[in-house]
C-alpha cells in the first residue's frame, strides 16, 4: 500500500525510546527522593523540592507518583527488593545453611557501605516511623515481622537438619542479629569513617555462629 503524502511512519522502536525515558526520569525522581527523605524525613520533604532537584515539575512528578506517600512506599519497595536480590543473588533461592545465610547479610553490609544515601535515609524513617500516624509505619512493622520470621525459619531447618543446637531460641538470635545489624548501620551514619560496619557484623555473626552450632565453626 502506497504511503500517504505528508504522513510520517513512526520509526520502530519510537514508541520503547518513550517508555525507556520515562522509566530513566522515574528512577531520577526515586533517586533524588531518597537523598530527600535521608536528609529531611518524610514530613519536612518537599514534592516541591524533590521535582525541582530533577528538573522537573512538581506535576511532572505527579504524572509517576500519585503523591508524597506514594512516593515514599514505592522508595522503599524499590530499596527492599534490591535488598531481597543481593540476598539471593547467590543461588537465586534461599540460603542452604545459616553460615551461607550469616555470609550473605554481611555482603549485604557492604553493599549498603556502597549506598549511603540509602542507609542514612533508613535510619531517618525508622525513627519516625514509630508514630502509629507515619505513613511507613505498617511498612516497616511489615518489615520487621518478614525478616524475623525468615530468620527464625531459616535457624530452624538449621536445627531439624542438625547444624543448629537443638536448644538455641531461634527468635532470640534471629531479633538479635536484626538489632545489631542496625545498631552498626547508625553507628557507620554518625562516623563512616571511623565504623566499618561489615567487619563488625561479620566479627558478632561470626562469634554467634560458633556458639548456636553443632560444629561450633564459623564464617
Known amino acids: 500500500m502506497a504511503q500517504d503524502k505528508g504522513r510520517t511512519t513512526p520509526k520502530a522502536g519510537a514508541g520503547r525510546g518513550g517508555y525507556a525515558v520515562g522509566d530513566a526520569r522515574r528512577q531520577k525522581i526515586l533517586d533524588t527522593a531518597v537523598e530527600h527523605f535521608a536528609q529531611w524525613g518524610f514530613h519536612a520533604s518537599s514534592l516541591a523540592r524533590i521535582a525541582n532537584d530533577c528538573g522537573i515539575t512538581q506535576g511532572g512528578l505527579l504524572h509517576h507518583f500519585r503523591g508524597k506517600e506514594d512516593l515514599l512506599l514505592s ?3 524499590q530499596s527492599e527488593q534490591h535488598d531481597i536480590e543481593r540476598l539471593f543473588s547467590e543461588t537465586g533461592e534461599e540460603a542452604p545453611s545459616v553460615a551461607a545465610h550469616f555470609a550473605a547479610v554481611v555482603a549485604l553490609a557492604e553493599d549498603n557501605a556502597r549506598r549511603p544515601g540509602i542507609v542514612r535515609m533508613y535510619n531517618t524513617l525508622v ?14 512493622r511489615q518489615r520487621y515481622d518478614r525478616v ?3 530468620s527464625v525459619d531459616l535457624l530452624r531447618a538449621g536445627v531439624a537438619r542438625g547444624e543448629v543446637r537443638p536448644e538455641t531460641d531461634c527468635e532470640a538470635v534471629g531479633r538479635e542479629s536484626i538489632a545489631v545489624m542496625d545498631g552498626f548501620q547508625i553507628q557507620w551514619v554518625l562516623d563512616p569513617q571511623g565504623v ?6 561479620r566479627g558478632y555473626l561470626d562469634r554467634r555462629l560458633r556458639e548456636i552450632t553443632v560444629a561450633g565453626s564459623g564464617l
Open 196 to 201: 566499618d560496619m561489615a567487619v563488625l557484623l
Open 127 to 140: 525513627g519516625e516511623s514509630g508514630n502509629p500516624g507515619h505513613p511507613a509505619h505498617a511498612y516497616f
Open 148 to 150: 524475623l520470621g525468615y
Open 75 to 77: 522508595v522503599l519497595a
